[in-house]
Structure formats: C-alpha cells, structure tokens
C-alpha cells in the first residue's frame, strides 16, 4: 500500500499556491491529507502532483465574516478550538473522524472531498454556508446547495482552491440538532441528519444515505415519514437500502424534535 | 512487584510483566523491525482480482523493465520449483503456494515481484502482464456440498442416538450458521526469506505462531528435508490469535522467490492482502437435532456439520471441525452423540486457526439449543443446563466421543455466574420491560474449554484404516543454562504473540531455583535449528499453561536438582548458584563422580493423558478442559437494530492461575474477540466472490467505546493431570460470548432465528419481518 | 528529491526523500525508529500515531516531505534514556499491554490528550481510543491506565 509517484509542491503563498494548480491538469490538493492519503496508498487516486498548502500563511485564518458568520481558513484544523465558537460546528466535530485524525484534517478540505457519508459537508449545507473558491483566474463564492454535484464531486474547477467556508451563525430563536448512526464511534456515518428549526421554517439535509448531502423537505407532523419519500439510498455490505430508509426516517424524527425543543 | 515472604511461590502472584519496559520504550523487535540478512529486497505479491478464473496469460517482462526491480517469480515457477502443500485430507486440487493456471479466490498470489523497495515493487505489479478468464465462483457451502467441492465427509456416532431420539418428549431441530472472521492481528504477516544455493537450504525469519506441523508442511512443499529449513521468529510478534501459523504459505512463496532470483527477499503484508489472503475463522453451517425429556434431560444430540474452508484445504485445516470433537457433547452428560462433518471448498479465502478453533462454531449450536429447548419445555434456560451439568464428583469424566475433562464444579460456576448477574431479577426486569415495549434479553452459555490439542485429532478426518501412523503429539520443549557466573538463560519455543510467557516461565523457574523472577531471562525467538522444538510446538489451543510450563518446569527442576547435588557434593549447603556455577563451569573435577558436567537442561513434557484416536473414533482431543458460565443481558433498539450489551458477567474455572494478571488480561482479550464475532465481524463476499469488507473501514473490528465492561469472576479446580494444575483460557470467551448474546438477543426478539453478527442492519431485518 | 530538515526525538535529522515516502517509513526505514509501527496504512488503527510539532497525528497519513522543519517525537522520544514516564509506568501497572503492537501509537495518542488545559474525563479518554485498534486487551486496562494519570 504505497502511493504512486507524483511532484511535491509546496507553496509558502496562495498566489504560489494558485498557480501550482494552473500549471497541471491533475494536481490534488494536500491538506490535511486524512482522506487523501489514504487513497494515495490504495492507489484510488494516481495525481501528477500534489500541492501541499499547509505552509500558505493566509489559509489559518479563522475570522468573523460580514454577515453573522464564521470564515474558517482552508488550513484550519477540526481539532482547532476557535472553531467552538460555532454551535453547528461545536456539535458535529465531535463526530467527525477520531481525537488524533482531528488533529491533521482540515474542515475545508473534508468539504472539498465531498464524501456524502462525512460530517462537515453536510453541516455547511445545514447552515447554508458558502465555499469560498480561488484560482490564477480570480475568486468566486459557491452556496453549498450548489457546491456538491455527486460523489467526491464538487462544482470546483480543476484549478481552483476552496480557500475559505463560510459558517453562517444560528440565530437566536433556532434550534439546531444532528444525529448520526454509525456502528462504531468515529465511523462514517451510515445515515446522518441535521435539522435546524427558525421560526415556521424547518431545514432538514440528510448525509450518506443519497450520493451528496441533500436538503428535504419535510413535512413537520410526520418528519420522518415524508423524509423517506424523498431518498433512494443504495444498500450496502453494512445494510439493505430499506434499512437505510428506517434510518432516515427514525434520525429525522429524532432530530426534528430535538431541534424544536431547542428552538422552544 | 515488590516483596514476598520467603515461602510464597511466585507462581500465583500478580506479577507485572519483564515485556512491558522493551515495548513501552518503543525497543520491542517485531518482524519488520529487523534486518537479519544483508541486501534484503522487498517483495510485492499480484494477486488474483477474481474468485475464479483462468489465467490465460502471465507476462512479467513489462515490470522487468522499470529500473529497480529484481526480477518476478510467477505461479508457474511456483510450480516448477514445489509441491503442492499437504494437509490433513486430499484436497480436490492442489494447493501451491501461488496459483498456476486458475485462481481460487480473490486475493490468491499469482505472481511476486521483487524490487529495490516496495514502493517500486508495487509500481511493478501493476506492469505484469496478465489476462483473466473469470469463471463462475462457488460461494455457497450449502449448494456446493452435493459437488466435487466437497472435499470429505465423514460421520461418527457414540451411544445410540436414534432411539433416543426416538423416546424424547422433545426434538429440537434447528440450523445455526457461523460467519467466516477473523482476529486480524494489529501487525500483519511478514518474512525475511534468505535460499542459500550451496546448502539447498532455506533460512526464514517470520512472526509465525506455530503449531510447528506446518514447519513441515512448508519443508514439504519445498521439497526439502526439515533440516533444510530453518525458520526463525522473531522475539516480538503483535498479536496473532491462531491468525499467524498461515504465513507459513508465503514463507514457501518467499522463498521460492529468493531460490529464483538469487537474492534474500523481505514481504511485510500489508492490510488490504491481510484481510483478503491470510486467514480467517472457517464457516460452519450446523444442523442440530437434539432430543430432551420434558423435564429437560438432554437425551442425545446430532450434528450434521458443513463447514466452509474456503478455496483449499489449507493445513491445519480440516481440524476446526475436530479441535473440539472430545467435546461434542459440551458440558453435558448426554451419551448418545453423532455427528456428521463435510468439508466444503469455496472460492474464499483459506481458513484456519483463529481464537477459538472450532468452539465459537461448536457452541453457538449447542448453546443456542439448550436455551430453545429450555423455552420450549417451560423451563428455565439455567434450569436445563443445570440438570444436565457434569456433576463436580463425575471428574475425571471421560466423553462419549472420548475426551478426558479433568477437574472442574460447573454447576458451582454456573451458579456463580447467575448470583454475579442478579440472573432472576435480571430475567424479570428484562420482561417487565418487554411488557413496555422495550426489546431487552438475558442469554447465556455454557461452555468446556479445551485446551492443549493433541495433534492427533486430526486424523479422524480420515477413516481409521487410512490414518497411518498413530499421532498424539502434543509436547513442548524447553532449555535453561546457567553461565559461568551465574546469570539464568531460558529459552522456549512457545512463540509468544503477547501472553507473557516470559513473565510467567520466570515465575515458575525462579520458584525452582530459588531466585527472583528478574533474574531470569527468557527468550522467546524460535530457530529451528538449535530451539528446543517439537512438531507440536507453538501457541495455539491454548497450551501454553500446561505444557509450555510443563516443559520449563521440568527443565527446571532437573536444574535444581543437579545443583542441590553439586551443593551436597561441596559440602556447602549455603554455596551461591553464582558460585555453584562457576565451579561447575570452571572446575568439572569438583563434581560429584560421573555427573555429567554443564550446567545447562532441556527437557520436554507431553500432557500425560493423550492418545491417538482409537478404532471408535474415540479421542481425547485436549490435553485440559476448563470451564466457563457467561451471563449476558442486551437492549435492541427497535427502531436501529443496533445491540447494547448492558451487562457482561464471564465465570471461569481454568484451574490453577498461574499468574492472576495475566489471566484477567486473556480472558477480556477473549471476551473482546467473541464480542467482535457476535456483534461486528464478518467476512463478505459479493455474488461474485469480490470481497466487500476488504479494509479496516469495511471490516469492523471493536474499539474501546464498543466493548462491554465486562464482570469477571473465577474458581480454581486444578488439573489432575497437569504440573502446576494449570490450564488455558485464552479462548474460552471468544467461544461462549457469540453463544451468549445470540440468547440474549433471542430473547429480547422472542424468536430463534438469529445468527450473529448483530449488526445493526442484520438486527433490523429481523425486526421488520 | 525533497530536502528535508527534521528534529526527531530531540535529534535533528537531515535527508532527501522522494516525495512519496510516507512519514511512517521514512521514522522507520531511513531513520531507523522502528518503534512507530504501521497496522494498516489507512489512518484506521492508529498504531503509527506520532506528535508533529505536539499534535498526535497518523504517521501513515503524512508524506515525509511534510514535515521539514518540524518537530517529531516518537514512542522512543517518551522516555528518552530515562526512567519511565507516568503513563507509561501506568501501562505496566494495569497490564495495558499484550502483545505491544498497538501500545506505541495509543501512548502518544494519550500523551497528546494528557498534555491539552484541562484533564481528559474517562468518557472522553474511552472517545480518544476509538481512534486507537487494540486486539489483545479489550482496552479497559487502557482506559484505567489513562485514567489513572489524568487522575480521572
């Protein structure tokens, strides 16, 4: 289990960052690496070069954002506490990867992987967050809803660098609550749900059981019920596509009503 | 630890262990931490992407060209350069150490390409040429045991089951299946293989475990005499569970490799090859007909047994299905037992050791219909077996199908374990909430567990005509020698994987020769050619505590013996063994006349209770039986499917504890393992034989917020027929634990078709139907 | 080949490297600190867990070339030539270990934890090892091995 050959680049600013990816057609971006690396060694991904941005300065950066939000860096680490700051943050960390896996992956990159059954992509499209995107060509902002187009398939430009997520704040009055099922703890989900409640508004966006995260809608007396209508999950060694769909169904009830009494 | 009284042995006392400091500093030698050969290249193994299929063609010459490699050694030089591995029945098609022409199931090797090192060697592999026909795979043990796939069927019967059957007022008929899993040891295989042209001999350093019969299935497969093999271990191994004794297959490989290409090769496996091509437990669908009075007097049991071993009768194999045959009947007085064993061929993975042997699959049938039966009677699960129990004045007890069980109160256990778990307040509350709603169970199992194998066992795969040579082998060595200024040097051939031999064999000489544990050193590395080995040496069914010490108690004692004579001869009867030592090392004038001079043993020691077995088919498969009563209550969430075992209580009785640490450190090792098999581990093939669960993240094994706190409690009724009394319990857990949370899940669903894992997906589809 | 510039167990180390070569190979191939050890080279077990500049992180998981001008320490770095550290006398006490493999990569994982404001509770030490495969003890003496030192 070794990686193939590739080029190591190292750029010490995102201009040298931005123009590593300009140069070649199949770079990959080397963050925390926690999901790359191990493709590497499986020889799941074969890139000419790897752009390693953890020495650019501008990407550790973790500030408020214009509106009511958290712009976390894409060099920020999950295990980086100003990230507590953020209640959804606060809440799914916690189930993201291990203690020590924390400690090197970054929040951005897991959402540039865009692995359905991860735990930050969905949390940013919870939010209705924004990814923040760079190339030589110039910067651009992608709202989550439009930034996940299928498995490990992001709307980003071969080219382009997410350099920043934008984490809007929950306001005072929400309620907010994500619920996940996975056979031991630190697995990838195999279903998970967050719901947040704003007033009459109900937002509800499934992961891992559909190929990216996906917002439903739900019908707020039988959550669950209408939740299942709107998936088509694929079984797996780990259940049958039914048993994904009871899944669905029991976390989105439970998630409804703890985001209600939290709002309440 | 610190002080004793001058007269308390060290054996029984909670020694810490003398491993500990090498492995906690990071200085443990494990395989790949050594370079015992100059120039080692480094190997990558090709192996087959399909279940089955030809191979229509094998080119190398393509990798042969990337700069850095060494050269490739392919399944037809496999072929050219051995012979097939013998095991314990004929297998239908032979078994190289890499496959020719047609592959068997994903994983196998077809080729090994050696290289610089293993980035490059991996770089290669992708460069051989190679074109598959796939074929249609055999999967299903059940379809493929009325074809050519299986490979033996034998049947054997004690007492007169028939009619028993006939008078019962019950007949429980019932199937239990067992998943293929594994122990998946944290470090995975590795070898260091060195062919020497002049000598015609191999030199092979690898985290093998033994048992050592497969020292001479690899020497046959070479085609050498054993001699011509020499085979290391190395001090350290990391973890192994009956896993490890399959490397012996890429040592063969390995060097077939270094024969080939005229250098020394070194393969570390890595977890994907791990997990698809190393081992795993067997499968076993078990047919139980099983006929009780309505009082619940267990009147006779069958088995009609399949087991699946996966593409090759690999040695040791068939002997999961013979490892526990003294003890067919269990716990149990029934008489009358028969059982019918096939052996089925699947395009899988081999199987072989993995902890437990044999007694997971054994148990979760027996047990599991001791708990249906008791349901269907009215009776209470405890109940049943208690009427049906051993009695504690019945040892030595002598089994229909020929165990000796040596010492033991399994009643006392059981009730032991009942009064740990609160058992009827436990049943009554896991009906009370029943009545809520809530989906909770109490289950439990009983369980003998054998230990030290008699090796020949085996040979019941083979009708008595066909056995040859009788075979009871079951002896371990030992060597101590005593220096010149009096340091202690022991060395075992127990290959240890983490037991604490070392601390344990420390305890038992320095009790001998009245010193302190500290003062003796153990080595633990194996090399066949100067070791103290037999053909059954090694760490497997457990046999460490009766004959690994038997042999080092008896080495020790011949030791103490010589120096309480030299001691007498001198006429000083305070004389230190530093002194002792040197007078024997430097003046072998001064010993008494005609003692043979050095000052050093080897002794070796058989269990004295073990014979081959006998025209009946009667055998005394182990040399040892424990015991163990586990009580098990679980909550199934209705809506997830997903288990929670909310209590976990383990009694054993493994006779003396020689070291009551270390004990407790098996037994939650065992536990940890049968939990793993009951609620997470499995092997998964797709319907064409592509392997699902093929790395760490597909394949679940336990971590620390998955496992039970397990409760724990023992009895100590020593083995008659051992040294120290003592007998193994590494394995009785993984054994019972399966069985145990089957019955408690069972009872929370209030059905019996159940069949581990429990996994949470699996639960679920139980639930809706 | 990458230059690289690294301060390992308080030594510094400075060698060239392809850039591909794996953290965990290059502690144990190139520079010979064999007590990091490598389960599954997928960032699963945990037993190749190393401190890069005082964070736990998965050796496997990073290419050598990462970690010029860093700070590495490695199970071999705990005690130094010294005496035992607490956690480590801690194993041996609660026979925390078997067969050891795993034991390297779970001391710097819980030396990680040890070292953060405020102790780690029981509940987030069994959370910690969840990142951490050990097959021999069933981790409980892990657990009160770690305890024990956070005084949990």
Redesign the interface.
């Known amino acids: 289990?070794?990686?193939?050959?590739f080029d190591y680049v190292r750029p010490d600013s995102l201009d040298e960052a931005l123009s590593a990816l300009a140069e070649t057609d199949d770079a990959k971006v080397l963050a925390g690496g926690q999901s790359l690396v191990p493709a590497l060694n499986?020889?799941l991904l074969r890139p000419s070069t790897l752009v390693d941005i953890n020495r650019v300065p501008e990407l550790d950066n973790v500030t408020r954002g214009s509106t009511s939000s958290l712009v976390v860096g894409a060099r920020v680490r999950q295990s980086d506490p100003r990230l507590n700051a953020h209640l959804v943050l606060a809440a799914v960390l916690p189930h993201v990867g291990h203690t020590v896996t924390r400690n090197r992956g970054t929040v951005c990159g897991s959402i540039a992987h865009a692995d359905t059954a991860a735990e930050l992509p969905l949390a940013l499209l919870a939010c209705d967050g924004t990814a923040v995107v760079a190339s030589a060509r110039g910067r651009r902002e992608i709202s989550a809803e439009e930034l996940f187009l299928g498995p490990y398939t992001t709307a980003l430009a071969r080219d382009e660098l997410l350099v920043e997520s934008v984490w809007p704040e929950l306001r005072e009055g929400d309620g907010f609550a994500f619920e996940e099922?996975a056979?031991?703890?630190?697995?990838?989900a195999?279903c998970m749900v967050a719901a947040r409640v704003r007033g009459t508004e109900l937002r509800v966006v499934v992961g891992a059981v559909a190929p990216v995260p996906t917002v439903l809608t739900v019908d707020a007396d039988s959550p669950g019920e209408s939740a299942v209508a709107q998936v088509e999950p694929w079984g797996s060694?780990?259940?049958?596509p039914?048993?994904f769909r009871?899944?669905v169904r029991?976390l989105v009830d439970r998630t409804v009503v703890r985001a209600k009494e939290q709002a309440a | 630890m610190g002080a004793k009284a001058a007269s308390e042995p060290w054996v029984g006392r909670p020694l810490?262990?003398l491993?500990?400091?090498a492995?906690?500093?990071?200085?443990?030698?494990?395989v790949?931490?050594l370079d015992p050969v100059a120039n080692a290249r480094h190997a990558a193994v090709l192996r087959s992407p399909f279940a089955h299929a030809n191979i229509r063609r094998l080119d190398p010459t393509p990798a042969l060209d990337l700069p850095g490699v060494v050269g490739v050694l392919t399944g037809a030089d496999v072929v050219e350069l051995s012979r097939p591995f013998p095991a314990g029945i004929d297998s239908p098609t032979p078994h190289y150490a890499a496959a020719h022409e047609v592959t068997r199931y994903v994983g196998e090797p077809v080729a090994v390409v050696v290289a610089r090192d293993?980035?490059v060697a991996?770089?290669a592999l992708e460069l051989v040429d190679v074109q598959y026909e796939p074929l249609e795979p055999v999967l299903d043990a059940e379809v493929a045991v009325s074809s050519e796939a299986c490979a033996s069927d034998r049947s054997f019967h004690y007492g007169d089951v028939d009619s028993a059957l006939a008078r019962a007022d019950l007949v429980v008929r019932e199937r239990f299946r067992s998943a293929r899993w594994s122990?998946?040891?944290?470090?995975?295989y590795g070898v260091v293989a060195d062919w020497s042209e002049a000598e015609r001999s191999l030199t092979a350093w690898a985290n093998f475990q033994g048992p050592f019969t497969l020292h001479s299935v690899a020497a046959g497969a070479l085609g050498l005499p054993g001699s011509k093999l020499r085979l290391l271990t190395p001090p350290?191994?990391?973890?192994s569970?009956g896993i490890k004794s399959a490397v012996f297959a890429y040592v063969v490989l390995m060097g077939l490799a270094s024969r080939k290409l005229g250098v020394p090769v070194r393969w570390i496996e890595?977890?994907?090859e791990h997990l698809a091509a190393s081992s795993s437990s067997s499968g076993r669908l078990t047919h139980v007909e099983a006929g009780f009075t309505s009082a619940g007097e267990l009147l006779a049991l069958r088995y009609d047994a399949i087991e699946d071993v996966g593409a090759y009768v690999r040695a040791p194999e068939p002997a999961t299905l013979y490892r526990m045959h003294g003890s067919l009947a269990g716990a149990y007085r029934v008489q009358n037992v028969a059982a019918r064993n096939r052996v089925v061929l699947t395009n899988t993975m081999p199987s072989g050791l993995n902890r437990g042997f044999g007694g997971p699959q054994l148990y979760l049938a027996l047990e599991r219909t001791m708990t249906i039966a008791a349901n269907r009677l009215g009776l209470d699960p405890a109940d049943l077996r208690r009427r049906n129990l051993i009695r504690a004045a019945d040892f030595p007890y002598r089994t229909p199908s020929g165990a000796l069980y040596d010492s033991g109160d399994y009643g006392s256990c059981l009730d032991d374990a009942l009064t740990l778990a609160q058992y009827d307040e436990r049943r009554a509350e896991a009906e009370a909430a029943r009545a809520e709603g809530r989906l909770v169970g109490v289950g439990m199992a009983c369980v003998v567990e054998p230990s030290i194998s008699n090796m020949g066992y085996i040979t019941l795969a083979e009708p008595g005509e066909e056995r040859g040579l009788p075979k009871s082998g079951n002896a371990e060595g030992c060597t101590i020698a005593i220096s010149a200024l009096g340091g202690i040097t022991v060395h075992t051939a127990t290959t240890p994987?983490?037991?604490?031999h070392r601390t344990v064999i420390a305890q038992v000489v320095a009790d001998r020769l009245a010193v302190e544990p500290s003062d003796v050193d153990v080595l633990t590395e194996v090399d066949t050619a100067t070791s103290p080995w037999t053909i059954a040496s090694g760490n497997y069914s457990s046999r460490f505590s009766g004959v690994g010490v038997g042999a080092a108690a008896a080495a020790a004692e011949r030791l103490s013996e010589k120096i309480t004579a030299i001691r007498a001869h001198l006429g000083d009867g305070s004389a230190s063994l530093r002194r002792i030592a040197g007078t024997v090392h430097w003046n072998p004038e001064a010993l008494p006349p005609g003692m043979e001079p050095g000052l050093a043993v080897t002794a070796y020691y058989a269990a004295p209770n073990l014979l081959p077995p006998d025209a009946d088919d009667k055998v005394a498969s182990s040399g040892a039986h424990g015991f163990v009563a586990d009580v098990a209550v679980v909550e199934v969430d209705r809506?997830?499917?997903?288990v929670t075992v909310l209590d976990y209580v383990t009694v054993h009785d493994a006779g003396r504890l020689l070291n009551p640490?270390?004990a407790?450190?098996q037994v939650?090792?065992g536990?940890?393992?049968g939990v793993g098999a009951a609620l997470?581990e499995r092997h998964?093939y797709d319907e064409d034989g592509n392997l699902?669960?093929g790395?760490?993240?597909?394949y679940?094994?336990?971590?620390?917020?998955?496992?039970p706190?397990?409760r724990i409690a023992h009895r100590e009724s020593p083995s008659p027929f051992l040294p120290l009394g003592a007998k193994g319990l590494g394995e009785g857990t993984t054994m019972s634990v399966p069985a145990a949370i089957a019955n408690a899940i069972a009872d929370a669903l209030g059905r019996d078709d159940v069949e581990p894992p429990f996994?949470?997906?699996r639960v679920?589809?139980l639930l809706?139907q | 080949m990458i230059a690289v510039d690294v301060i390992v167990n308080q030594r510094r180390y400075r060698e060239e490297v392809?850039p591909?070569?794996l953290l965990s190979d290059f502690l144990?191939h190139r520079l010979g600190?064999?007590?990091?050890?490598?389960?599954?080279?997928?960032g699963?077990?945990g037993?190749c867990t190393v401190r890069l500049d005082g964070a736990a992180v998965r050796s496997c998981l990073l290419l050598a070339a990462q970690v010029d001008g860093s700070e590495i320490v490695?199970?071999?770095g705990?005690?130094g030539g010294g005496a035992?550290t607490p956690l480590?006398e801690a194993?041996?006490?609660h026979?925390a270990?078997?067969?050891?493999?795993?034991?390297?990569g779970i001391?710097i994982a819980a030396e990680d934890l040890l070292a953060r404001d405020l102790p780690p509770t029981r509940e987030q030490i069994?959370?910690m090892?969840?990142?951490?495969?050990?097959?021999?003890?069933?981790?409980?003496?892990?657990?009160d091995a770690i305890a024990e030192v956070a005084g949990a």
């Open positions: 289990m070794k990686p193939t050959q499986m020889r099922f056979q031991r703890g630190g697995d990838y195999l060694v780990h259940g049958s039914e048993y009871q899944l029991v | 810490l262990r491993e500990d400091e492995l906690l500093r990071g200085e443990g030698r494990f790949d931490d293993r980035y991996e770089d122990c998946t040891p944290v470090e995975c350290d191994s990391g973890g569970f890595d977890r994907l994987q983490g037991q604490g809506d997830t499917g997903e640490l270390l407790e450190g939650r090792g536990l940890a393992h997470f998964v699902l669960t790395s760490f993240m597909d679940l094994a336990p971590t620390a917020p998955d496992l706190e397990p996994t949470p997906g679920w589809e809706r | 392809e591909r070569l144990r600190l064999t007590g990091t050890h490598v389960g599954c080279e997928h699963v077990c037993a490695t199970v071999e705990l005690a035992l480590q194993f041996h006490r026979h270990l078997q067969c050891g493999f795993c034991t390297p001391l069994v959370d090892l969840s990142g951490q495969l050990c097959r021999c003890t069933g981790y409980t003496a892990i657990v």
